[in-house]
């Protein structure tokens, strides 16, 4: 949803239109749920639901435009996502369904999605991050928040998400390309310059 759109959507949600609420909802919570999922956070649609459920309660008194509700409602999500993995500290291990060993009849849609988005690779490139560098780029990424927005939404200066994020994607860049050039590239020029 571009901007103007969703400026409109929040200005008609904060007055009570079900409808932008379902805009909103359609708009950000795919996002929201790729960024919980991102931190692995197992019932990442369930949360979804708790961070948008918070969000809409708090409406009446939410200032600000789409930018400002976006930056909202991924500061909620982060929150949600700390408390989330706070309990299964405190908890223990939690099983989820597919935990449990049970095949169902048809895959779900939720697993049929995630296996079609999912990269092995890129999951395991994600997982040699910090949580912090994780947090900047799933917000910077998959919420598209400005460097500004995602400094706010975690509480750290500027300047910490930036160099978060230029050493989030060094990491990445040296696990997905470990070897940057061809075997064979150096043979050749050295042999140019022989």
Do not use: C
Not at 23 to 29: A, I, N, P, R, Y
Not at 133 to 155: N, W
Not at 170 to 190: C, T
């Amino acid at each position: 949803m571009d901007s103007a759109l969703m400026d409109a959507a929040v200005a008609r949600a904060k007055v009570g239109d079900r409808p932008a609420f379902g805009q909103l909802w359609l708009d950000l919570s795919p996002r929201v749920a790729a960024y919980l999922r991102s931190h692995g956070v197992a019932d990442a649609e369930d949360v979804t639901s708790e961070v948008f459920l918070a969000v809409f309660r708090q409406m009446d008194r939410f200032s600000g435009g789409g930018a400002a509700f976006r930056a909202l409602v991924f500061t909620v999500a982060h929150r949600r996502q700390v408390d989330w993995h706070r309990q299964r500290t405190r908890r223990g291990t939690w099983l989820t369904l597919d935990d449990l060993g049970s095949e169902p009849a048809s895959p779900s849609a939720e697993s049929a999605a995630l296996a079609a988005i999912a990269d092995e690779q890129v999951v395991a490139a994600l997982g040699t991050l910090t949580a912090d560098q994780r947090s900047v780029l799933a917000l910077r990424v998959v919420a598209e928040l400005s460097l500004e927005e995602t400094a706010a939404v975690l509480g750290k200066d500027l300047g910490a998400v930036k160099s978060l994020q230029h050493r989030a994607l060094a990491r990445l860049r040296r696990k997905l390309s470990p070897d940057p050039y061809p075997r064979d590239a150096l043979a050749r020029l050295n042999a140019r310059h022989a």
